[in-house]
């Protein structure tokens, strides 16, 4: 196993059975066809899977009053792809992934880094099991999840948008592209948002969907909600 793979398992208390499923969960399609082996998309799949049971079950075992609803709203910003990305930088593993010479610059896209922690958690799952893969996320993201109940900011901009915008206009926001710049590896994109015809504000991020929570968020400061 390259020793970069070896080092990082090691400092996120890792330790492997089968070592060939967490290189695998490194490497990206772009390699994998480059190179005509396994990539990390069906890890991916499966890491989805496991991360959201046992996410539910932390809620509903930790937070025993809180009602469906907002364990959903937990649940939903604990996975998804903004909180995955932040969790791949904390443990730093973006030097670990292998890509091909085209997509070198991958370890810099959001998208990337949240499939592969999706990667890694099918592969910790299958490797050593839910109690293993539970006491990784114990120590990770669990504690994350914490922080936002007790800070009540589990609901994103666009969710906090769209509950205003139905019940005060019965009007559900729409985003639409307004421009995108950059080289391919490491775009910019800008979108705007919508009530009907008029449009509200514009955000940038380096996906569109991190373009839509910035345009959301200008939204919330502009009706001041």
Known sequence: MPENIRHFLSSVNIQPKNISLYETAFTHKSFGNEKKIDNNERLEFLGDAVLELLVTEFLYKTFPDLQEGIMTALRSSAVRKESLANLARVIQFGSVIKFSKGERHGHKKEYILANTVEALIGALYLDRGLRETKKFLAEFLFPEIVRAESKKNYIG?????????????????????????????????????????????????????????????????????
């Open 157 to 225: 901009p666009k969710s906090r948008l769209q509950e205003w915008a139905q019940a005060e206009k019965q009007i559900t926001p729409t985003y639409k592209l307004v421009s995108s710049f950059g080289p391919d590896h490491s775009k910019t994109f800008s979108m705007a948002i919508y009530l009907e015809q008029e449009k509200i504000a514009e955000g940038t991020g380096n996906s569109k969907q991190a373009a839509e929570q910035a345009a959301a968020a200008n939204a919330l400061l502009i009706f001041k909600i």
